[in-house]
């Protein structure tokens, strides 16, 4: 049995694998077209697996795979009636993976029919674009907040990353939503206290601790929030929107300055122009010093 196998998978190889590869490395122009087909299929296999991921078809399609691994290895260990029972299943799989996969194969020819071909490959949004939603998102969450007079303490993390300040909280890694900002600084529940961190267009962690400004000039008035935005803006270039409990009253700190009682549409531009609008600044000018350096060298 064991000599057959061996025999069945040295005569798949030398037959099948074997020659294909003589073949196509003794014709340069077969495997340069060899490498790009086998690049568009695994990036295709990558995507589909991705939009499947966390749905019940990732199940399904993990079954249909140890189902046709268990058809090939009766089929080389000669287990006829098996082989024969799975092989009739497969003959109808075609119709199956219709059947069960009905609604993803659908959402995705729809993508496709609304020439969404980016979207339906999870490249339609450039990292501008999202930062700019995710300026609106935190606006509005900002906002909802300063209603109720729910403290909350929201920190932008931008060129300086400040892995050391979210160490200090809860994990989330979830992307950014008015819904989700709101309901983390809800009083009384396990996250409420503490700093959010908004980091890679993500919520990064909740209950952050931040190191608080002592500078004497500071009012007193100012609560811990307060001191803690301010803080953090002095020791990194990151960006901090305080709602205060007491007023309802929205602040914003930025390089050690606090920007107070703000209303929503004058959050939105500054946190567009120091998010947004400077990041692009400083992409063009490091791109122009990158090209003339290149000038120089010619």
């Known amino acids: 049995m064991l000599r057959n196998l061996l025999s069945s998978v040295n005569q798949i190889?030398?037959?099948?694998?074997?020659?294909?590869?003589?073949?196509?490395?003794?014709n340069p122009a077969s495997l340069i077209l060899t490498i790009i087909d086998l690049v568009i299929v695994i990036t295709l296999f990558y995507y589909v697996c991705k939009m499947l991921r966390n749905t019940?078809?990732?199940?399904?399609?993990?079954?249909?795979f140890i189902l046709i691994v268990i058809t090939f290895a009766s089929n080389i260990l000669r287990l006829r009636i098996l082989n024969y029972i799975l092989s009739m299943i497969m003959m109808y799989g075609g119709i199956m993976i219709i059947v069960i996969f009905q609604p993803e194969i659908r959402r995705g020819?729809?993508?496709?029919?609304?020439?969404?071909?980016?979207k339906f490959?999870?490249?339609?949004?450039?990292?501008?674009s999202k930062k700019k939603e995710n300026v609106y998102k935190i606006a509005i969450a900002a906002m909802e907040l300063a209603k109720t007079k729910t403290g909350a303490l929201i920190v932008i993390e931008r060129?300086?990353?400040?892995?050391?300040?979210i160490a200090t909280g809860i994990p989330i890694d979830a992307e950014i939503s008015p819904q989700l900002l709101c309901n983390i600084f809800v009083p009384n529940t396990p996250l409420h206290d503490g700093a959010v961190i908004i980091s890679d267009n993500k919520v990064a962690a909740a209950s952050c601790m931040l190191p608080l400004a002592d500078d004497q000039d500071i009012a007193r008035e100012l609560g811990t929030r307060h001191r803690a935005a301010i803080g953090i803006s002095k020791e990194s270039d990151a960006m901090a929107i305080v709602v205060s409990e007491e007023t309802g009253k929205v602040s914003i700190a930025k390089d050690g300055t606090l920007i107070a009682d703000l209303r929503e549409?004058?959050?939105?531009?500054?946190?567009?122009?120091?998010l947004i609008n400077e990041g692009r600044a400083k992409q063009e000018v490091k791109t122009a010093t990158e090209t003339k350096k290149v000038e120089k060298s010619e």
């Open 121 to 128: 490959l999870g490249l339609n949004k450039d990292i501008e």
């Open 13 to 26: 190889y030398e037959v099948n694998i074997l020659e294909y590869i003589k073949g196509t490395f003794t």
């Open 56 to 64: 019940r078809a990732w199940q399904l399609l993990k079954g249909i």
């Open 109 to 118: 020819l729809e993508q496709l029919g609304a020439n969404k071909f980016t």
């Open 265 to 274: 549409d004058v959050l939105k531009k500054i946190l567009l122009k120091n």
């Open 159 to 165: 060129d300086v990353k400040i892995q050391d300040i």
